[in-house]
């Protein structure tokens, strides 16, 4: 399946019963364009959890390139809001990891799909012949290691923990020595599963940001925040949150095939300055998708890019590796 389908699979809620579909029956109810048009096209925006600041730049944008290119005909305003979307919404769904071993940091609150995308994510590696090993440094609740050591069984990588309530930093550390001895390519460690207290949170990722630089001297670094689309706009204000906390370098975006909510990738890419780098699009390995820019905005709005047959297979930045 080319990453076009696998994209508009992912957004059939959001073109069926969200934006898109109630954009099309604006458009399809006005003969001309108008400032109504204009107005109606923002209010959908906005109630579609792409936000208000989102929201207005587009149809700024829109407004001008209508303006601009001299645009008459209504019916070409889906096409023209479709390229709009596709300058503003922007993705990096290269991971940055060129060293032996690099550390991959995974944080998100609980119910967000966090541990599942993390077994997902350590299968794609192993299948690009990364050898991975895990760390439990979400320490916070026994059932989050749990859940962490079957997705590391089904994974077939290897799992560094402690007991429930134990020093996060202290299950990195042992994580770091464990995955230099065994040679390991990549490092994921599950942390910071909650935001009851900023000032806490912050505290605990600068303690394991001390260790992995006095261990790990040089590593790369991605520090990946898990969201779930069906939230919508609350998943940004995490994002925000999360950002000040933890100097996130991406997101990953879960459960966007199961909300019509998919405008939020719009608000995390304009208000966040953040690249989402991947989406999860369903329940299976490969439904954890690495972030496409040109296939969501093309997706979203049902038309097909050129090469809407290609796969990504390779997701870690060739000339950073």
Same mark, same amino acid.
Request: hydrophobic residues 40%.
């Given at each position: 399946?080319?990453?076009?389908?696998?994209?508009?699979?992912?957004?059939?809620?959001?073109?069926?019963?969200?934006?898109?579909?109630?954009?099309?029956?604006?458009?399809?109810?006005?003969?001309?364009?108008?400032?109504?048009?204009?107005?109606?096209?923002?209010?959908?925006?906005? $109630?579609?959890?792409?936000? $208000?600041?989102?929201?207005?730049?587009?149809?700024?944008?829109?407004?001008?390139?209508?303006?601009?290119?001299?645009?008459?005909?209504?019916?070409?305003?889906?096409?023209?809001?479709?390229?709009?979307?596709?300058?503003?919404?922007?993705?990096?769904?290269?991971?940055?990891?060129?060293?032996?071993?690099?550390?991959?940091?995974?944080?998100?609150?609980?119910?967000?799909?966090?541990?599942?995308?993390?077994?997902?994510?350590?299968?794609?590696?192993?299948?690009?012949?990364?050898?991975?090993?895990?760390?439990?440094?979400?320490?916070?609740?026994?059932?989050?290691?749990?859940?962490?050591?079957?997705?590391?069984?089904?994974?077939?990588?290897?799992?560094?923990?402690?007991?429930?309530?134990?020093?996060?930093?202290?299950?990195?550390?042992?994580?770091?020595?464990?995955?230099?001895?065994?040679?390991?390519?990549?490092?994921?460690?599950?942390?910071?599963?909650?935001?009851?207290?900023?000032?806490?949170?912050?505290?605990?990722?600068?303690?394991?940001?001390?260790?992995?630089?006095?261990?790990?001297?040089?590593?790369?670094?991605?520090?990946?925040?898990?969201?779930?689309?069906?939230?919508?706009?609350?998943?940004?204000?995490?994002?925000?949150?999360?950002?000040?906390?933890?100097?996130?370098?991406?997101?990953?975006?879960?459960?966007?095939?199961?909300?019509?909510?998919?405008?939020?990738?719009?608000?995390?890419?304009?208000?966040?300055?953040?690249?989402?780098?991947?989406?999860?699009?369903?329940?299976?390995?490969?439904?954890?998708?690495?972030?496409?820019?040109?296939?969501?905005?093309?997706?979203?709005?049902?038309?097909?890019?050129?090469?809407?047959?290609?796969?990504?297979?390779?997701?870690?930045?060739?000339?950073?590796?």
């Amino acid at each position: 399946m080319g990453i076009f389908d696998v994209f508009k699979r992912g957004l059939k809620k959001t073109r069926d019963e969200g934006i898109t579909a109630q954009m099309d029956e604006v458009i399809e109810s006005h003969e001309k364009i108008t400032d109504e048009l204009f107005d109606e096209l923002e209010e959908i925006l906005i $109630m579609g959890d792409v936000g $208000m600041n989102t929201a207005e730049r587009i149809i700024s944008n829109l407004k001008a390139k209508i303006e601009n290119d001299r645009i008459t005909d209504v019916k070409q305003v889906r096409e023209t809001m479709k390229d709009i979307v596709s300058g503003i919404v922007w993705g990096g769904s290269y991971l940055r990891l060129r060293t032996k071993p690099s550390v991959i940091l995974v944080i998100g609150v609980n119910g967000v799909g966090k541990t599942t995308t993390i077994g997902k994510l350590a299968m794609r590696l192993k299948e690009q012949n990364r050898k991975v090993i895990l760390g439990a440094a979400d320490t916070f609740r026994a059932a989050a290691i749990e859940q962490l050591q079957v997705w590391a069984d089904r994974a077939q990588v290897d799992l560094i923990k402690h007991a429930e309530g134990s020093d996060p930093a202290s299950v990195v550390y042992d994580t770091i020595q464990a995955g230099k001895a065994r040679g390991s390519d990549i490092i994921i460690i599950d942390t910071a599963g909650r935001l009851h207290n900023k000032k806490n949170l912050m505290d605990e990722l600068n303690k394991i940001s001390r260790v992995i630089d006095r261990e790990l001297p040089g590593a790369t670094r991605e520090t990946l925040l898990v969201l779930d689309a069906t939230t919508g706009q609350n998943a940004v204000n995490q994002a925000k949150d999360f950002k000040e906390a933890a100097g996130i370098t991406g997101i990953i975006l879960t459960k966007l095939d199961g909300t019509a909510k998919g405008g939020v990738v719009l608000a995390i890419n304009n208000e966040l300055d953040v690249p989402v780098k991947f989406v999860g699009v369903g329940e299976e390995i490969e439904d954890l998708q690495p972030f496409d820019a040109d296939a969501f905005a093309s997706a979203l709005f049902d038309t097909k890019i050129p090469d809407d047959d290609r796969e990504i297979e390779n997701f870690i930045s060739d000339d950073e590796k």
